[in-house]
């Protein structure tokens, strides 16, 4: 029996569950209390399963799509849990966990091809390049998460009929604070992960850019992240401008590693 | 069994009530006075700005008179005002009335909060005072509980239904906390100055005032805690600002949407709430439509209070049926505390009976060893509790029934025991027969 996929399917349906319980009514009892709990056993289930699979391949699970796409959203999880712990938004379990499983689904759909490695020669680099690309993407699943809430919320607010329909959106000024940090974390490790991106390609391709689509892709969404740093760090831009450029510019990299190009 | 009497808001007129209403530091020594009084049991007394009610445990008969006497004693009003104005519930009714009470759904606005601290304070206050035994005291920690329980099961207490409210918690929803805003008030009128102190009271530290007359600015904003500013530097000021009230009497609109525009691209979208509760307007209804600014005059407040309102009726339904059944659960208690004394009293006079007997007839059985005067003794009191068996397994059904008095009665009849059936505590047991009934959560040890 295939333990890591025995696992990979738990944890699946432990974060199904924990999405769903999110949206129970609150409580001392409540079934929605557990959402936090669901998706951290979810997340030990996906912990296992990632390394019964390194075992069985006799290698780091990187090197394959569906693989990288796993270990993206088991890292994600990762980081919303620790917002999760940090901040307490309830909104994040409805707004992180159904993007966990969207990719979590479209990596099991996925041809098993492996990804070419550039040369026997740069494998840490390679591995170092989708670490840090992998933690910024679930760095910036957070910073999406807060901002989608705030322009839920600020569209409510300005209908005049904010708490009927979301009643547990947190302050607009948290949602902006977390996607300021979050994004203060993912920007610099997209950084780095755009740079080692160009050496491997270069060392591939032998050109630092190829205009392939998902290259494009990528150096803009993480132009469009730079647009935002600047905006909230130089200009002290926030507001709802700024949340809805970070949807965009996640947006991109979303397509960008679903390979939907 | 307890009985409320007392009146509120829907039963009396607010001139009428704050005539009965007792001063907090007043209570304990009531409490007591109305304790002493015979046939009172124990007593307890909920004096708020929307009811004042007398909890007691006294037969019903002789309740409503004595009740109302107390009252036209301690306080300026008479006994037919009183007969007007009050209600009386008693047993079951009263049970559930301190309940719903507590979990505010006999409040004037179902689902305020205030009402379960004074309930507390009651608790308290009464607990001082000496006044509760143990049915009270088990009713009120009992209610106290219900209450959060509604509280936490239910969205009752959710969405704040008055105005002043609602405007709160929609800067709560924009600013989280109010420690680091800062709000402006322009006009100084009574509105301007109600809404202030309702945001200081939630915790907001910088108060700025901006009117007109800078003599009346600056003497708001001394009462308040805050710092005057000139009218004509207003916009400078908002740049800074968080929240802005908005109360002047001018007749037309001081704050335009170009206004609102300057000041969202001078604050680079940090957001900014507008509570216009001028009539007319203050703040022109275009505001509402520029980036970070958010504008809700009168209307829209009055909007959000009557939304939450409707959210709160269908959270009452749900709130009720706790009660219900919290209730059923008390009063069941409650009937076994009342059929205890029976029970002890029953198996005593069996004993008793019992021990007579063997002592009248010891002579006549002759010289018997300590062997067979041992068996004669087991053999009656197995006898008793044989005999005895039915009748405690009919009282403590009673308990748990409607109308389980009578059987009581009947019982004591039969049996011949004295003629009170109800008294509030169990005597303690010498022979250590049947414990005292436990509250309802823990379950009763009981022997024979």
Redesign the interface.
């Known amino acids: 029996m295939d333990w890591s996929l025995v696992l990979l399917r738990i944890a699946l349906a432990s974060y199904g569950l924990g999405f769903v319980a999110s949206f129970f009514?609150?409580?001392?009892?409540?079934f929605r209390r557990l959402a936090p709990w669901l998706t951290g056993a979810g997340w030990v289930a996906h912990t296992v399963s990632l390394i019964a699979l390194g075992i069985a391949l006799g290698r780091c699970p990187l090197a394959t799509l569906p693989e990288v796409l796993s270990t993206l959203a088991w890292s994600a999880v990762a980081v919303y849990l620790a917002a999760f712990w940090r901040w307490r938004l309830e909104v994040l379990h409805v707004l992180v966990l159904p993007l966990v499983l969207v990719v979590l689904f479209v990596s099991g759909r996925l041809p098993e091809d492996v990804i070419p490695v550039a040369e026997p020669l740069r494998p840490t680099l390679w591995r170092f390049h989708l670490t840090v690309i992998i933690f910024g993407v679930a760095a910036l699943f957070i910073t999406f998460a807060a901002s989608v809430a705030y322009v839920l919320?600020?569209r409510a607010?300005?209908s005049?009929?904010?708490?009927?329909f979301l009643?547990r959106?947190?302050?607009?000024?948290?949602c902006d604070s977390v996607g300021q940090v979050s994004l203060l974390w993912a920007f610099p490790l997209m950084t780095l992960g755009i740079i080692t991106g160009a050496i491997l390609s270069a060392s591939l391709n032998h050109t630092f850019w190829a205009w392939q689509p998902q290259e494009t892709l990528a150096v803009l969404a993480w132009a469009i992240l730079g647009v935002v740093v600047v905006a909230r760090r130089g200009?002290?831009?926030?507001?709802?401008?700024?949340a809805l450029l970070t949807i965009v510019a996640f947006g991109c990299v979303l397509l960008r590693m679903l390979g939907v190009y | 069994m307890p009985v409320v009497y007392g009146m509120n808001h829907a039963s009396a007129p607010q001139t009428v009530r704050e005539r009965v209403a007792f001063a907090e530091p007043d209570i304990p020594e009531a409490v007591a006075r109305l304790r002493r009084i015979a046939g009172v049991e124990e007593a307890l007394i909920l004096s708020t700005c929307n009811r004042t009610e007398l909890t007691v445990c006294m037969k019903r008969e002789q309740a409503s008179t004595t009740l109302a006497g107390f009252l036209a004693r301690e306080r300026p009003i008479t006994e037919e005002e009183l007969e007007r104005h009050c209600y009386l519930y008693s047993d079951d009714q009263a049970v559930r009335h301190v309940f719903r009470t507590a979990a505010s759904l006999d409040s004037m606005v179902v689902g305020e909060a205030q009402i379960l601290g004074q309930v507390k304070r009651a608790y308290a206050l009464a607990g001082r005072a000496g006044s509760l035994g143990s049915v009270l005291d088990a009713l009120y920690r009992r209610a106290i509980m219900v209450a959060r329980k509604v509280r936490n099961e239910t969205g009752i207490g959710r969405n704040p239904v008055s105005i002043a409210y609602a405007a709160v918690g929609l800067a709560r929803d924009i600013f989280g906390g109010f420690e680091d805003t800062t709000v402006l008030i322009v006009g100084a009128g009574k509105m301007a100055r109600l809404a202030a102190q309702h945001l200081i009271g939630h915790g907001v530290r910088t108060v700025l005032v901006a009117n007109r007359s800078f003599q009346r600015a600056d003497e708001l904003a001394r009462d308040l805690g805050g710092r005057a500013v000139p009218f004509d530097r207003l916009f400078q000021e908002m740049e800074r600002a968080d929240i802005v009230i908005a109360s002047t009497s001018a007749p037309h609109t001081v704050i335009q949407r170009d206004d609102a525009q300057r000041l969202s691209r001078a604050r680079r979208g940090r957001p900014i709430f507008f509570v216009d509760i001028a009539m007319p307007r203050d703040v022109d209804p275009g505001v509402n439509e520029v980036d970070n600014v958010y504008l809700y005059d009168l209307d829209d407040l009055q909007r959000v209070v009557r939304a939450n309102q409707d959210g709160r009726r269908e959270e009452v339904v749900t709130a009720e049926a706790i009660i219900e059944r919290e209730a059923d659960v008390f009063l069941a208690w409650i009937r076994s505390l009342q059929v205890a004394p029976t029970i002890v009293d029953l198996r005593r006079r069996l004993h008793d009976i019992a021990a007579h007997e063997l002592a009248r007839f010891h002579g006549r059985l002759g010289t018997l060893t300590s062997a067979q005067e041992d068996a004669v003794r087991q053999m009656a009191e197995s006898l008793v509790n044989k005999l005895l068996h039915p009748p405690t397994l009919a009282l403590k059904q009673a308990a748990a029934v409607d109308g389980g008095e009578l059987r009581v009665r009947l019982i004591r009849e039969i049996f011949g025991l004295e003629s009170s059936v109800t008294a509030p505590l169990p005597a303690d047991d010498e022979d250590g027969a049947d414990a005292p009934p436990q509250p309802p959560g823990t379950s009763g040890k009981e022997r024979g």
Not at chain 1, 235 to 242: E, L, N, P, Y
């Open positions: 009514p609150g409580g001392r009892f409540a919320l600020d607010l300005k005049k009929s904010p708490r009927r009643p959106l947190p302050s607009l000024e948290i200009w002290g831009w926030r507001g709802r401008k700024v």
